[in-house]
C-alpha cells in the first residue's frame, strides 16, 4: 500500500461514518413523526409535483370545457361562472395550505434540531482547538520559542466567551 492509499482511507471512512450518522439521524426524524406529520409531509411532496399540475390542469379544463357547453354529449352540471369549481379550488386550496404550513412547522423544527446540534459541535469544537492552541503554547515556552507566539495566538488560545460573543454579534446586527 503507498502512502497516497493511506491518506485517503482514513478520510474514506470518515466520510462514510459521517454520511451513516447523517442517515441514522434522518431516519430517527422520520421515525419520530405522527401520523398527521406524514400525511402532511406526503401531500406537501405530492402537490409540488408535475402530476399534480397536470391532474389540475386536465380538471380545470375537463371541467370548463364540459360546463361551457363545448362538449355537447354531457349536460353541464356547473355553467358560468363555475361558483362549484370556485368552491372546490378554494377548499382545496384550504386544506392544502394548512398541509403544507404544518409540514413547514415540522421542517421548521427539524432545522431548528440541526441548528443547535451544529451550534454544539461549533462549541465542542472551539474548545478542543482552545486546548490544541494551549498545548503547542506550553510546547512551544518549554522549547523556548514562546517570543514568537502572537498576541493573536495567546488570545486564541483563552476560552471563548460565548455569551459575550452572542452579545456583540446582536450589537452589531442592529
Known amino acids: 500500500m503507498d502512502k497516497k492509499t493511506l491518506r485517503k482511507e482514513p478520510t474514506a471512512v470518515n466520510v462514510q461514518n459521517n454520511i451513516e450518522t447523517i442517515l441514522k439521524l434522518e431516519k430517527e426524524a422520520v421515525q419520530n413523526l405522527s401520523t398527521a406529520e406524514h400525511i402532511a409531509d406526503k401531500v406537501r411532496v405530492f402537490a409540488g409535483s408535475t402530476p399534480f399540475i397536470v391532474l389540475h390542469t386536465l380538471w380545470f379544463g375537463g371541467w370548463i370545457l364540459i360546463n361551457s357547453g363545448i362538449i355537447s354529449a354531457i349536460s353541464p352540471f ?4 363555475f361558483n362549484f369549481l370556485t368552491l372546490t379550488v378554494s ?13 413547514q412547522n415540522q421542517m421548521t423544527k427539524e432545522a431548528d434540531r440541526r441548528a443547535n446540534l451544529d451550534l454544539q459541535i461549533n462549541m465542542l469544537d472551539e474548545q478542543e482547538t482552545t486546548m490544541i492552541l494551549r498545548m503547542v503554547q506550553k510546547i512551544a515556552t518549554h522549547l523556548g520559542l514562546e517570543d514568537e507566539m502572537s498576541n493573536s495566538r495567546k488570545e ?8 459575550k460573543v452572542s452579545k456583540k454579534l446582536d450589537e452589531e446586527s442592529k
Do not use: R
Open 156 to 163: 486564541l488560545s483563552e476560552d471563548t466567551d460565548i455569551n
Open 91 to 103: 377548499l382545496e386550496a384550504i386544506f392544502l395550505t394548512l398541509l403544507v404550513l404544518k409540514s
Open 78 to 81: 356547473d355553467p358560468f361562472p
